[in-house]
């Protein structure tokens, strides 16, 4: 693995990849949150960008928050990378490209299928360059079939891998995750692929090819539920009329409003519960009933936790161990002592004076969260130091 020179990257020095230098040759988010991960993870990141505008995700707004001409979104994701600018369709840009990939132990890159071989940074060509280089790639659907070239876009993922119909009540229709699961479970994949490569490419000096794709991350991301699909005939899954949760779960399982809130009522015996309740109506029922008649027990369920506040039933019944919980918002999820201690929040600044407050890593280490020397980039910020490091 190559020493570390240059600026430290987010993790401190000692960190677990420490002197690990990934090459993120990719945009928006799936590559980039593996390479915020990597970063993370102690390794140095070096960002890739088209000199005329940089990586499209600095336009990409979640609202009309701008940093340093940069949206919340690229800060967030591209925090302690290092910014090289290169035009990937210039000779030279290429040839700079290429010598840092014979500097790099894993590159990676999101490009449509077909596009980074004709630019001919391929793996094959990357394999030639550097034998032991990792080299990870994100698709949308995979390297063949009749979707290898359709937008990898998370939504469009979303709704060809069959996880909208988990979401939302039955009379909804398909509906579709808040987040983008797909570009983030995919960078996660890549994440796990690569540090397993990493190893191999350390004891057997020979690197390897990581591939996933959204599509893929997301058919992962149901293998519980596609298990009973598979193996059950074929049912497909009819989701809760009320207060959906879980297509495959009976009731209470779902999310109930209270006299002055929410409450999330999780995998209950219905004849543990119904004492709580004062419910007679719904003990020593037919073993097939919580499912069977889901919707009209989950609405009397509703009915009578209407009546008194969350703090009144988390006091009955979390002593009795009813898995349950308030449904917090943001603020008052930051608002909560265990939030406080788990001190994921940290504030990052850059040369021109912007400064964005972003999550750290989940992931401690000997107790230890990792936390970040520096904001996101501007484009091409570090392009000169890094050619006179590299040689370029």
Known sequence: MNARVSEAPAGAEGALLDGVIVLDMSQFLSGPFAAL?????????????????????????LSDTELGGDSTLFHAINRGKESFAADFKSPEGVAAIRK?????????????????????????????????????????????????????????????????WLNGDEEQGPVPFGLAIADLLAGSAIVQGALAALVHSKVAGKGAHIQTSLLEA????????????????????????FRNAHAYLSAPYGVYRTADSWLALAMTPLDKLAPLLEMSEIANLPADAPFRERDRIKRRIADKLA??????????????????SEVLNWPALFASENFRLLD????????????????????RVDGVR???????????????????????
């Not at 132990?105 to 299928?113: A, S």
Request: aromatic share 6%; glycine share 10%.
């Open 37 to 61: 991960r990597l970063g993370d993870l102690g390794a140095r990141v070096i960002k890739v960008e088209r000199p005329d505008g940089g990586d499209l995700c600095r336009r990409l707004y």
């Open 344 to 363: 994921m929040v940290q504030e990052l600044h850059r040369s021109d004076g912007v400064s964005i407050r972003t999550m750290r890593s989940p992931i």
């Open 218 to 241: 997301l058919i992962d991301f149901q293998f519980e539920v596609l298990a009973t699909h598979l193996n059950d005939g074929g049912r497909i899954p009819k989701r809760s009329d």
């Open 307 to 324: 009546t008194k506040t969350v703090a009144e039933w988390l006091a009955r019944l979390q002593p009795h161990d009813i898995w349950c």
């Open 100 to 164: 840092l990939i014979a500097r790099a132990d894993i590159v990676i890159q999101n490009f449509r299928p077909g596009v980074i071989e004709r630019l001919g940074l391929d793996y094959e060509s990357a394999l030639k360059i550097n034998p032991r280089v990792v080299y990870a790639s994100i698709t949308g659907y995979g390297d063949e079939g009749p979707w290898r070239s359709l937008p990898g876009q998370d939504l469009l993922a979303q709704a060809r891998s069959g996880v909208m």
């Open 370 to 392: 990792s936390r970040s020397a520096r904001a996101a980039p501007r484009i091409g910020e570090h392009t000169e130091a890094l050619q006179r490091e590299f040689g370029l």
